[in-house]
């Protein structure tokens, strides 16, 4: 049976879509020979999003829905994450899939700094509507994992430093206590690796903020494991006992619940 909240959020997705053909709005930052695959472009969040063809509104709607609702805490206050992310004006790239994704790159890979423009990738087919039919199985939408990533380093890091110096604290202790595992993935070697612990880059402790707050969600507490055992702890009570630094510095900055 399909979920009772889909076609209520289904709905109000619709209502929100905003986005209009490529060729009708001008697009920031990016070379005019990397756009010619995107179909769709939606700056009305103050954010850049490309889509390519195949890319259905509601799936637009719904990126930029989670993107304003982790942001809800901070408009609601001074709006300084916001501001920050405006000024930098990041792009999101919603490819099909990732044989899509590396197509784009291998044609375009000299101009994957785009001036110094952020861009954040992120795949149709890892987008899984909250309260849709697909959610209900295995999938894990990774949507938020992504968005995420965009919010911390155009937004957090650049409004509140001393929050951001908290966390990789926090993210460094957590990798000495094998709570949190950060993987190096070789494509020359199927199965990972787990990082050293003093190879800690922003990008692993983006990432521990990443998981940290799908626990918070709930977006692992039916699976079996935390990104097959990257994060020790399933649940936010689970995170709040195990890990209260990072439980901590999600709440001084997080909405408490999305999909309200």
């Known amino acids: ?63 930029k829905d989670i993107y304003n609702q982790l942001l809800m805490r901070d408009d609601n206050s001074e709006g300084r994450i916001r501001a920050a992310i405006e000024r930098e004006a990041p792009t999101i790239l919603i490819f099909e899939d990732a044989d899509d994704m590396d197509e784009f790159y291998e044609e375009h890979w000299d101009n994957k700094t785009f001036g110094g423009c952020y861009v954040q990738e992120l795949l149709q087919e890892e987008i899984i509507i909250h309260g849709s039919p697909a959610a209900q199985y295995e999938f894990v939408d990774t949507t938020l994992n992504e968005i995420v990533y965009l919010i911390h380093l155009n937004g957090i890091k650049k409004a509140y430093p001393s929050w951001d110096q908290r966390l990789q604290r926090a993210s460094k202790k957590a990798v000495k206590d094998m709570i949190y595992k950060p993987k190096l993935f ?28 799908e626990v918070y969600y709930g977006y692992w507490k039916d699976k079996d494991s935390v990104m097959s055992g990257g994060y020790e702890f399933p649940t936010r009570e689970a995170m709040q006992e195990g890990d209260p630094e990072l ?10 619940s999305l999909f309200k």
Do not use: W
């Open 247 to 256: 439980f901590n510095l999600i709440e001084e900055i997080f909405p408490q």
């Open 186 to 213: 070789d494509p020359e070697e199927p199965d990972p690796e787990y990082l050293p612990q003093d190879d800690h880059d922003i990008s692993t402790y983006s990432q521990y903020l990443a998981v940290g707050l």
């Open 1 to 63: 049976m399909m979920n009772k909240l889909f076609p209520v959020i289904f709905f109000s997705l619709m209502l929100m879509v905003s986005a209009v053909g490529a060729e009708d709005v001008e697009i920031r930052c990016l070379p005019e020979e990397t756009t010619e695959i995107f179909e769709t472009v939606d700056n009305s969040a103050g954010i850049q999003i490309l889509a390519t063809g195949s890319v259905q509104a509601t799936e637009m709607a719904y990126v």
